[in-house]
């Protein structure tokens, strides 16, 4: 009779665990679908400027403070820095990319003249010298740029992802001999090359 209500108690006793251990595994499950819930999921196409030929896409996803900015630009110049920004505007305003027709009378779009479209740089993403023709990073951010519009907050302050965009730098501009906007000839790593619209999926 003892060792019929101990294997008995032993019996319930291991029900018991894997109740709670099931509980505890479907808990976990359903806190882990929340934590997707809060995520937002922002992704872009590559748009070339400058006729650099540079295309690819962008992701970033924006959990709990923290930016995971994922970019693939496919046609940047080899052997040369590029740099990469979240631009946006200081009045957190709808950024966008610009259009080729504001460039000036030399046909060279510059940094300066995409400004009213795309604003200041908020993050600085990359700063990469490729060895191919290829700036594809995977890269967590939790803090604004000391100098951009929010100086250095955390990237909760940004708002709304779906207003800014970002901006691919760094091409050589040919020397044409007609009067410009000041860009010289040579390679300049500031030359926007390619934009994309940050859209919310």
Known sequence: MRTRTLITRIAIGTTAVAVAALTATQAATAHGGDDDDDKQDFRG???ELNGSGVSGDVRVVDEDGELRVKVDARGVENMQMHMSHIHGHADLSQASCPDMSVAGADGILSIGE???AYGPVFVTIANDHVMKPRL????????????SPLAGASVDEMG????FVIVVHGMTAADDGEPGNGVMPGYIPALPVACAVLEEH
């Open 114 to 116: 995409g400004l009213p």
């Open 160 to 163: 709304d992802l779906g207003k």
């Open 45 to 47: 196409t590559l748009m």
């Open 136 to 147: 594809k990073f995977d890269r967590d951010f939790t803090m604004t740029d000391p100098g």
